[in-house]
């Protein structure tokens, strides 16, 4: 019998993500021509990519949707003729997608704005972006606003920052970021607040700091508390207080693999299973209650078609600290848990004390366990909540 010296520190955290699968499945591949810079947005169980530049070199402006309750791919409504394009700002808002700005391929930058209805299936056109075209903008809804900001067009990289209402259809221009411009960086909002990070802000200036945004007062401010580095093409996806982070370009042209869980209410971060195939970017990224996907991309040669899933990363259930009981504590081989048959298929796992996961269980029953024979001497914790506190456990 293998007895365990162990430390665990009950983390109890409000983003539990959970690996429970603990590697990248690839599923099937993304029905149109391969591609790069597409664009979409999630709609329930229901995840449009389109555009994007395709294999020969073209705009495009089909769209296909993956139905994760089928895990499969459809075939949804193309934007309209002439609307082809890349680099496009894609988001859903309120049961609708929307499609903004990007460029055609041929040298012009593009203002339009379209909105997709999935109870008809059809595209209709809203007020253009009422200044010069772009495309590579960042960008973030706070309330019923969307702010589109930075991008670029044959001017350079811009530092413009727009308003959108979705309640009036207006838009109005805020004050410019406080750099030089933001082109294929990160935007996101929490708490009211909108947030800027890495892209380029120049054709060979990076940004390696993070920006946030006041709407009360119009204003942006220096956020040290989160450092994601010099890099464009960042994918993300947000459940909830997690922002999950995924690869990117660094200035040494390197394609990264990485992928990271950043708590948005502690500021922390997690490192999560890297990209295990070849590295890419300009993928279309989306997520599904617990599972995070890629699809498209290059890899710095080809256009790609490939979809990948990584399952049960995204779990953030707020698990209350009396509804789960967890011994013995010292323990041996098995964990014993007793939980509210109410968070019966909710997630716990362990990290060692590298904050590597080592084992993720999803609960099955109101008195369960974790076996864990097959793991060393060491310390590690146990992860289910948004609190920590160190309880030494060993013979």
Not at 20 to 49: L, M, V
Not at 84 to 103: E, M, P, W
Not at 264 to 285: A, E, T
Not at 297 to 315: A, F, M, P, S, Y
Request: contains cysteine; proline residues 5%; negative net charge.
């Amino acid at each position: 019998m293998n007895f365990m010296r162990l430390l665990l520190v009950f983390m109890l955290c409000q983003c539990v993500s959970n690996l429970h699968a603990q590697s990248w499945q690839q599923i099937s591949d993304f029905p149109g021509n391969p591609r790069d810079d597409a664009a979409g947005f999630s709609i329930q169980d229901k995840h449009y990519c389109g555009t994007g530049r395709n294999d020969g070199f073209s705009c495009t402006r089909d769209f296909y949707r993956f139905n994760a309750t089928l895990q499969l791919w459809e075939v949804a409504t193309p934007l309209p003729d002439g609307e082809n394009r890349q680099y496009a700002t894609g988001f859903a808002h309120n049961g609708l997608g929307y499609i903004l700005c990007g460029d055609n391929c041929s040298g012009s930058f593009l203002s339009s704005y379209w909105c997709f209805n999935p109870s008809n299936e059809q595209w209709s056109a809203l007020p253009s972006l009422p200044a010069a075209g772009r495309a590579g903008c960042v960008h973030f809804i706070i309330g019923d606003s969307l702010y589109l900001i930075g991008g670029q067009n044959s001017t350079g990289i811009l530092n413009e920052v727009w308003r959108y209402s979705f309640n009036t259809q207006e838009w109005q221009q805020k004050n410019n970021l406080p750099i030089p411009g933001i082109w294929r960086g990160l935007g996101f909002s929490y708490t009211g607040q909108g947030y800027i990070s890495a892209g380029k802000m120049t054709s060979n200036t990076w940004n390696a700091e993070t920006w946030t945004y006041d709407p009360t007062t119009d204003q942006w401010n220096l956020f040290p508390s989160l450092q994601l580095g010099e890099r464009t093409y960042i994918g993300s996806v947000q459940k909830d207080s997690c922002l999950y982070v995924f690869g990117g370009l660094n200035p040494s042209d390197q394609m990264l693999s990485s992928f990271d869980k950043f708590n948005l209410d502690q500021w922390s971060n997690q490192s999560l299973p890297s990209f295990s195939n070849i590295p890419r970017k300009g993928c279309f990224y989306f997520a599904h209650e617990g599972d995070f996907y890629l699809t498209t991309g290059i890899d710095g040669v080809n256009r790609l078609k490939e979809t990948w899933k990584l399952g049960d990363v995204l779990i953030s259930k707020w698990i209350d600290e009396d509804k789960i009981s967890i011994y013995p504590i010292p323990c041996v081989d098995e964990l014993f848990l007793e939980v509210d048959p109410a968070i019966i298929g909710e997630f716990v796992y362990l990290m060692d004390g590298n904050g590597s996961i080592v084992l993720i269980h999803r609960i099955q029953t109101a008195k369960d366990k974790l076996s864990l024979a097959h793991l060393s001497n060491g310390h590690y914790r146990i992860v289910y909540r948004n609190h920590s506190s160190p309880i030494i456990v060993g013979y």
